[in-house]
């Protein structure tokens, strides 16, 4: 049972980046998917998240605006769109999957079960 994310890599200032998660060894259709991210020193923080319907998303704050996560129905793949690159984009950004009361549970780590190994972006001139 994994989640795969992949699509990293460095970018300058102003650019983007799309960030997909594909799991193996089962079906995640009826997980509410997110994306983390954390940086060096910093704790882990919520970048966005969608429901098992593929609705309802939600984002940090410091990403509304410019991130924009999707849900492939047929596939079960979570992508995340990141427009407007900034330099404190920078981290590491893990995609990962719960189920149950969608709510503000979306919001906290430990809701969610599965955690795909993590995907560097960097954001540098």
């Known amino acids: 049972v994994q989640l795969q994310a992949s699509g990293g890599g460095m970018v300058q200032p102003g650019g983007s980046l799309r960030l997909s998660c594909g799991a193996s060894?089962?079906?995640?259709?009826?997980?509410?998917m997110a994306w983390w991210r954390q940086a060096p020193g910093k704790e882990r923080e919520f970048v966005a998240s969608i429901s098992w319907r593929g609705n309802d998303p939600s984002y940090g704050d410091s990403v509304k605006g410019r991130f924009s996560i999707s849900k492939d129905m047929a596939t079960d793949a979570a992508s995340l769109q990141m427009n407007s690159l900034k330099s404190e984009d920078t981290a590491v950004y893990y995609c990962?999957?719960?189920?149950?009361?969608?709510?503000?549970?979306?919001?906290?780590?430990?809701?969610?079960?599965?955690w795909g190994q993590g995907t560097q972006v960097t954001v540098s001139s």
């Open positions: 990962a999957a719960g189920r149950g009361p969608y709510g503000t549970n979306r919001y906290t780590s430990d809701y969610y079960e599965v």
């Open positions: 060894g089962r079906t995640y259709n009826a997980f509410n």
